[in-house]
């Protein structure tokens, strides 16, 4: 149904935005023919390895392969890629064949014998076709696409390697991921290796533990995020600046509980379709079973159907930061961007037919306006549209001619730089994703808008038009943010943990060089809140050497540090250490408070 979180890393811009779409692009092709080329070598260097899947991904390649008992670490890496150097330099031609099911079986027994060769060859459906690759002395059943020779890939690297479950499954056997990546010129490959190690000075889980945001408890279980308290005041703080918005815009905040019964969600669709995402049920007895939600949608629609509905009361605009539950498999959880328990920025407007283009201009203009807020001024949107081809899209072609007139036109009138996407809408209606674009260049699918004439549909909803009749109304689904979880690793990301003044949580720190000045330091945080009272501010009255404080609270980000000591209290001043300006000198208090006002 409604897939807020998409829950990707972020994936570099060039291929986002690629035509043709980055499955059918050369890269790809290069990218697999790459993995075919690290397998080939680690065969010639581990005879004994069972190869598994090996497929394209954002940014780069991967191949999970069974190494026994062997262990692999970085050397053996290094190992694979000289390897690989050696390979592509003999240039070796790639051969496709085209083989029965008997005859591939056969190919893979008298080739390695592979196991997990022969599980997937039974995974291919029996209308498609069955294709093996071949280069040199290496044949690896695949479905292609590859370059034509070994020689075209010049421009590679491995990079890492990990732990994953045969078929992401963690009741199956651990295998070894080998990740490289390639890329068609050697500048392309030198620059996205550059921003990959700014990536990892910006990576949200380490800055997340380093100025105390959030952190995991095996205890809690994987992907339960637990907020600490500055991670909270950042989650708080967003809350706060978007409800303040919505109020504005005539939302109405609603809450509603965590489990519902599972006829709901039976109603809803989301058992039928969205059953392996959701945590198991709970059954109290035979006639009751409740369900936690892994959306919010159905209760914003029951609070609606709780009350006879006019035309007079639409549009109506329910909001609610809705904590929903899915459930990721473990080896999949990264961080705060694939997490098993997550909030929302939820709302669900119902609106009637007329009310849809002005409405989702409204959305789409609360939207901007919170991206602008954020600092995230880079991003496009990608309006996914129906193909009318295909037969998986429910509705009538007028009821979407108008909606998808809609979206695109709320994009032109707001210049908006957009994309459209033929076919990818969902199955109920179009919508609009969010691509935000950060500061080392990488992608992040943030928050969606979409518009449904399923659930409606499926909830019997009503309204009362003008001429005395039932009508049905059409549903916006929305979030901004995506998550609170999502953005707020985004932002941790795209600021490298030095928060904007507004979202830092703490942004003032007071800093005494001795215990004498503890209390004038007081009296400063004093004067400070008088001047507002709504300013977070910390004092470090620690015993360590000025030198060693002020390292201590730069790791913190902290927008402003202001130390004080004896010419200090002698002149009633505070002296100002910018975050990012260096040493401002001794100010009067009235003066700093000026400069953050
Ligand atoms: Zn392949
Ligand atoms: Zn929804």
Redesign the pocket.
Known sequence: M?Y?QTQTVPIAESQERMDPPYEKSRLYALRHSAAHLMAQSVLQLFPDAKLTIGPPIDNGFYYDIDFGDETFGDSELERVEEKMRENASRDLPVAREELTRNEAKERILTLRQDPYKLELLDDIPSEDEITFYTQGDFTDLCRGPHVDSTGEIQHFKLLSVAGAYWRGDEKNKMLTRLYGTAFETAEELEQHLINLKEAKKRDHRVLGRQLGLFTFSKSVGPGLPLWLPKGTIIRDVLCGFLKEEQVKRGYQPVVTPHIGKKELWEKSGHIETFKEGMFPFMERDESETFVLKP???PF?IEIYKSEMRSYRDLPIRYAEFGTVYRYEQSGELAGMLRVRGFTQD?A?LFVTPEQLPQEFKGVVELTVFVLEKLGLKDYWMRVGTRDAEADKFIGSDEVWRVAEEAIVKACDEMKLDYRVDVGHAAFYGPKLDLMIRDAIGRVWQMGTIQVDYNLPERFDMEYTGEDGKPHRPILI?RAPFGSLERMIALLTEQYAGAFPFWLAPVQVVILPIADRHVEYAQSVRCGLLEADQKLRIEIDDARDTLGKKIRKNEMQKIPYMLIVGDKDVANQTVSVRDRDDGDLGPKPLDEFVALIS
């Open positions: 409604v807020f959306m919010n949608c914003h939820d669900h689904h």
